[in-house]
């Protein structure tokens, strides 16, 4: 009786012109595709308002799994999701090694990426994070061992810090990320290259706001760079 009344409560507010929507969002997508998104949804729905959750991916997927959130932009995880929630892919990004620039040039551009990784102090994306598993993956499968000097999850951060010249670093090559600071330099994994999908995750539609879809439609148009 609970579920059956939630649905016809769902059903009631699919029409409602106002109301306050709960989006979770990893950093890099709130500085990307994200904003755009949300400007397409207002301009169509004015009396609605979105409020935006920053969180890690793991965090994130378990607010829209206990209905604190709508929807979610995250990470897709290295699991498969719960029956209830569903996903869709929006970008994939490939992982690239960051270089100081400074020290590209001293040792050259043509050392190849398991050089640098053996035999520079490491920059490491946090390893509990969704992103920084598919790191730890990586380096386990090339079977090398790294010299962690620092470890965190905010990808400004890590490229900041390979800028300054603290170490090299894996990480995805970001829309998020605009483009690399002057001190850095990007080099390609070639054929080991690996990848991050960022995507969506929502309830499914029998159990959502008609609303929650309309936003879901403007974000992945917008991840696309179209406008929906």
């Known amino acids: 009786m609970m579920t059956l009344y939630a649905r016809l409560s769902e059903r009631g507010a699919s029409g409602a012109e106002s109301g306050m929507l709960r989006v979770g969002a990893i950093a890099s ?5 994200l904003p755009d998104a ?11 308002r979105i409020r935006v959750v920053p969180g890690v991916s793991l ?28 996903w869709h892919t929006l970008v994939t990004e490939p992982f690239v090694l960051l270089v100081p620039k400074a020290l590209a040039r ?9 050089e640098w990784l053996r035999n520079e102090p490491f920059i490491r994306y946090d390893r509990t994070s969704f ?8 380096l386990r499968r090339a079977r090398l061992n790294v010299q962690d000097v620092v470890e965190l999850d905010e990808l400004q951060g890590i490229v900041q810090l390979v800028a300054r010249g603290i170490g090299v670093a894996l ?23 690996f990848y991050r999908e960022i995507g969506l995750v929502q309830r499914p539609r029998h159990s959502r706001q008609a609303v929650a879809g309309a936003l879901a439609d403007c974000i992945g148009a917008a991840a696309n760079g179209e406008r929906a």
Do not use: M
Request: no cysteine; net charge negative; glycine share 14%.
């Open 38 to 48: 949300l400007a397409h949804f207002r301009i169509d729905r004015p009396g609605w």
């Open 59 to 86: 965090g994130l997927l378990i607010q829209v799994d206990s209905g604190e959130l709508d929807l979610t932009v995250t990470i897709k995880p290295p699991f498969a999701l719960p029956s209830e929630l569903e």
């Open 131 to 138: 992103g920084g598993r598919l790191v730890d993956r990586f």
């Open 171 to 193: 990480t995805p090559d970001s829309a998020g990320l605009d483009k690399w600071p002057a001190g850095v330099t990007a080099i390609d994994l070639g054929d080991a290259t």
């Open 29 to 33: 997508a709130q500085v990307s595709f």
């Open 106 to 114: 001293g040792k050259g551009k043509a050392r190849g990426w398991r």
